[in-house]
């Protein structure tokens, strides 16, 4: 596994929209905080020019998306990358993007849900780490969650043991100014699932937004078994983040990676909390869950601080990981071997 260099003080951070990018009024007050904050703590900007624009949700067509993205990987001067946000069809891009030359310039990029598609796609085809954590807007609250204290220290290199939170933010709100810090209003307990009283479980960690995850599935750019074979003698700890599947589709889509092996040599699956509970057929998000990996006889956890219900831990896809759970608390730690 290969792991770019961390950022440092004065380093120059490339933000690009892969997805969709920002108009709203509220949202670009808060990527300008975001730019703010980043600046005041020492670090440089560098804006692709699609930040800023949405056409019927894509920032940009799927060729310029790669074009200004490939720019922040030839351009030496950056060292990370950080989508602005996400979306719904940044998928596209992927057959524009030529691999080598995130191959030739590895750095680290990060984001969460629709960036999905190409962070898995670059640790799954190309043996590059990259980080499944905040998109760049949410650094634009006034006063910083400790998720994204964390979540720059890792990119530091500060190899942080994280600890479950301890609220979460059980219902979103309209943002007004653009500010606004999360609305923690609900105790965190991570649950087990399956049948076993606390978790410990060690492995190579990868995953993402399931609901991306469904879509790249059986493309030319789904390196899964390759990947898992790779890592077998480690085995596998697997993640998933549900935006926005109802119960019976998650089964679906749990079927269908089972059945093309996606969870042979897993150790471990561990779901954030899920923006849905949907369902036509008054199945539970966890009932789909055990219907679907029940048999597998590996820890399941849910409601984890993973994915699109902040607080969000920071989640280094590709590197060995040691998960504990017990009593409803979590705790993760990575190894970068």
Partial sequence: MIYPSFIREKDTIGISAPSDGVVDEVKIYRLDNAINNFK???????????????????????LEQTRQLESLYTNNDVKAIISVGGGDFLLEMLSCLDLSVIKNNPKWIQGYSDPTGLLYTITTNLDIATIYADNFKSFGMKKWDKSLVNNLEILKGNLLVQNSFSKYESEGFDEVIGDEVYNLNKDVYWNIITNHKSVDISGRIIGGCIDVLSDLFGTKYDKTIDFIEKYKDDGIVWYFDNFGLSSEHLIRTLWKFKENGWFKYTKGIIFGRSMTLLSYNDISFEEAIIHSLGDLDVPIITNADIGHVPPRLTIINGALTNIKVKNGNGKIEFSLK
């Fill in 40 to 62: 005041k703590l020492g670090f440089n900007i560098l804006e692709t020019s699609n930040v800023r624009s949405s056409i019927k949700g894509r920032s940009s067509s799927p």
